[in-house]
């Protein structure tokens, strides 16, 4: 058998690595769960710093009545509190869903290393979607991208929410 | 004399609304020498619904070591709970320097009606700097864009800043 790539405990580098960012891509569904369960649209996010959980959040829009409370937002926030600085050096930012213009840009703002999501988000994501802003050479940031770790998950909460949604909306 | 425009009290609409944006940029001028005062990169920022100022802030990252503490986000921040929602309709937000991607998707997140803002940014400016989504018809909300207002005052105070800035590094 060939073997590609280098070896971890008979797995490659790259197999632990999806290993890792499935596990915590679980933990951000988790998140999500409880937006689903405010009636707030589900997503979730944390950020990882060398293999510890320094912030989890979701979505709070509706609850709080603020247009920044969204997930990633408010985990870069508690982050920033947890490393007590605002440059989170050395992070990864998991989340359920692709980032809108504005949580790319806090992404960018915070120094953060790597974003990993879930389902892509056709109407309104920056992460390569609708905008690609995170690897532009002309800001003063560029930010690593893995698109579609448990996609199937994540896009599926997702659609059960809008579903729920629209069955609400019709039984009025 | 040819009379261009609508007359109000003998000036143009064009010119009544000029009047009443510099009026508002002094405003955000006195919140950005507040971050002056404080070492921050000074950028002020005032939220402004049917003539009543219902947000004002200033830039804080360094003060508060949070990455998202930009003039624009907190004022806006503070414009949901003075207004008791997150869709900011009817509201113009202005701001002394050009927003960046992470301020311009929070005024599209706010459904803003209008930035007017004063100096150019083009290092890092997401209103037709380096990112120009703000009237993007591809998302879901448009934003009028006035550039420019005061735009001598607002770089000023930002060259002194730099200058203050690059002095202090120099005597070290």
């Given at each position: 058998m060939e073997n590609n790539g280098n070896q971890l405990e008979g797995i490659t580098i790259e197999e632990a690595q999806r290993r890792e960012d499935e596990g915590y891509m679980r933990l951000a569904l988790q998140e999500a769960q409880k937006a689903f369960q405010l009636g707030e649209v589900p997503i979730g996010a944390l950020v990882v710093?060398?293999?510890?959980?320094?912030?989890?959040?979701?979505?709070?829009?509706?609850?709080?009545?603020?247009?920044?409370?969204?997930?990633e937002l408010l985990a870069i926030e508690e982050a920033c509190r947890t490393a007590g600085g605002w440059r989170l050096?050395?992070?990864?930012?998991?989340?359920?869903?692709?980032?809108?213009?504005?949580?790319?840009?806090?992404?960018?703002?915070?120094?953060?290393?790597?974003?990993?999501?879930?389902?892509?988000?056709?109407?309104?994501?920056?992460?390569g979607s609708l905008l690609h802003f995170?690897?532009?050479?002309?800001?003063?940031?560029?930010?690593i991208i893995e698109a579609g770790v448990l996609e199937e998950d994540c896009r599926a909460m997702m659609k059960a929410f809008f579903h729920r949604l629209r069955s609400k909306k019709s039984e009025k």
């Open positions: 710093r060398r293999g510890e959980v320094i912030a989890q959040a979701h979505n709070l829009r509706e609850t709080n009545q603020t247009a920044t409370a969204h997930a050096t050395d992070t990864t930012l998991y989340v359920t869903v692709e980032p809108c213009p504005m949580c790319a840009g806090v992404i960018l703002q915070a120094r953060i290393d790597r974003v990993v999501f879930g389902a892509w988000d056709p109407k309104a994501g920056a992460c995170l690897q532009d050479p002309r800001f003063n940031h560029q930010v």
